[in-house]
């Protein structure tokens, strides 16, 4: 009896104590699991917050790039159409203008759904002005406005002193050159006169370049009167190169990008796509007075002139001459009477500054890139090149008179045995005179830029420079300095 009761009392108590052991584990579980909830939730919602801080930095991000793009639309109006009739008032409607918003024109930008973006240009001054733009994505709480102070609308003027100036080094054979020569390019050998190459006139090298920069090789050089070179005390100077450091070359300033005119005025016998005049074995009707588009040049054994007055002729890709005249000439013959046929190859009466050519290389997705002007065989080019970005070729016996400003500069003989390279003469009429007054060597100078909606200021010492990308209007953005801030590339 004793043994069954102390059996009965054992298994009680090992019940007992399983029955506690299970309220323990289950009250464990309980806890485990309330504990990884509260963990999953707090990860879910931080997962959620940092999301939605990512969606809002893109957004911010988004309306930055909108209301820049907004900025860049104004100064692009300051460039091509200046809003002349502002003036300076307190009110706004007298001051500012206020263009639709962006959308409207598929010319200008292309918008998707929840994004809005306008600007205005406001005239603080004689060519000052003020541009905001502004950008919203998705709601107003994403809506960032650019400004700009203190902008002036400046037009540089860039005037021909040179027969030839480069920004790059240029290679003379057998050239015959009438005035100066000058380079930029610091560069060893950045000026070379080789194989009998003649110039009467002076050579300009940055800041009075060392020897090394001039290369002089069975070729002869004298003064603009035509005399040979004497030191100060009357005798011949035997090292050319020591006259360089004489002879230091005027700054020329940065040279300007070429902009195309907008709206485009084809030039007579290119309005057809691809837009390239050319002719050979023939004499088109002379260009008339006025600016002209076209995108080359190819001209053979033919003949193309000016008439009634200065042509300034934009050429977007090559121009290639051969054998054949293409000049400005005077508005009026000696009488009095209007030119309007092409009399200057049998006169000789042609007037580089009626004929302005500013070309600027042809920079195609899918081909060469067509940056070349080259002037070759029995002719005359009598005109003002501009050609920062272009190369000129004169070659087998060409000549040019005028002047030319390009990024390289060769003179060679082609290949033809006993021939001389070419000949450019400088015509002293350009001496001294701009190369265009036009607006569309404007550029827009911004001493102060800033941002509200996102609490940040940045200055731009640098100049602004607005590109379109097209000559039917659009633009491609700004290309500047900051200094701090965004940086070239914007927030």
């Known amino acids: 009896m004793h043994r069954r009761t102390l059996r009965r009392r054992s298994v009680l108590r090992r019940a007992r104590t399983n029955s506690q052991r299970g309220v323990v584990f289950l009250f464990t579980s309980y806890l485990v699991s309330f504990t990884l909830l509260v963990l999953v939730t707090a990860l879910f919602v931080r997962s959620t917050n940092e999301l ?182 009357g005798n011949p100077v035997t090292n050319m190169a020591t006259l360089i450091q004489e002879l230091k070359m005027e700054p020329m300033g940065d040279l300007i990008p070429i902009r195309v005119p907008n709206p485009i005025n084809w030039l007579q016998g290119a309005e057809a796509s691809p837009h390239i005049l050319s002719y050979t074995n023939f004499s088109p009707p002379c260009i008339q007075a006025g600016t002209w588009y076209v995108k080359g040049i190819n001209l053979t054994n033919s003949e193309l002139c000016t008439y009634g007055g200065p042509v300034e002729l934009y050429v977007k890709g090559d121009i290639t001459v051969t054998n054949s005249w293409l000049y400005g000439q005077p508005a009026k013959d000696a009488l009095g009477h209007p030119i309007t046929q092409g009399v200057g190859r049998l006169t000789g009466q042609v007037t580089p500054e009626n004929l302005r050519i500013f070309a600027l290389p042809d920079k195609p997705k899918d081909g060469p890139v067509r940056d070349t002007i080259t002037l070759e065989g029995n002719g005359t080019t009598a005109a003002a090149i501009y050609a920062p970005d272009m190369r000129v070729i004169i070659r087998n016996g060409y000549t040019l008179k005028g002047a030319v400003i390009s990024k390289t500069a060769t003179i060679d ?47 731009v010492k640098n100049w602004v420079e607005v590109l379109p990308t097209s000559p039917g209007g659009g633009f491609s953005g700004i290309s500047t300095g900051y200094n701090g801030g965004c940086g070239g590339g914007g927030c």
């Open 52 to 233: 939605r801080m990512a969606e809002r930095t893109i957004q911010n991000q988004q309306a930055f790039w909108l209301a820049e793009a907004s900025l860049d639309r104004g100064l692009y109006e300051i460039l091509y159409s200046e809003p002349t009739q502002l003036i300076v008032s307190d009110k706004e409607d007298e001051a500012c203008t206020q263009p639709p918003a962006f959308g409207a024109d598929p010319r200008v930008l292309s918008l998707s759904a929840n994004q809005t973006t306008s600007y205005k240009v406001c005239r603080m001054g004689t060519n000052s002005y003020e541009v905001n733009g502004d950008g919203t994505k998705l709601g107003t709480t994403q809506r960032t406005e650019l400004l700009t102070g203190e902008m002036q609308r400046v037009t540089p003027e860039i005037k021909f002193a040179h027969t030839i100036y480069t920004a790059n080094p240029m290679v003379l054979r057998g050239g015959v050159i009438d005035g100066s020569l000058a380079t930029s390019a610091e560069d060893k050998d950045a000026l070379q006169l080789l194989d009998h190459s003649a110039l009467k006139g002076n050579i300009f090298l940055p800041s009075g370049r060392d020897a090394e920069a001039l290369k002089l090789s069975d070729s002869m050089w004298v003064d603009p009167d035509g005399r040979a070179w004497v030191d100060p005390a």
């Open 413 to 459: 003989r082609g290949g033809a045995a006993g021939l001389f390279g070419g000949m450019a003469l400088y015509d002293p009429a350009l001496n001294g005179k701009p190369i265009k007054h036009s607006p569309n060597m404007a550029r827009v100078d911004v001493k102060a830029w800033g941002m509200r909606g996102q609490g940040e200021t940045f200055q």
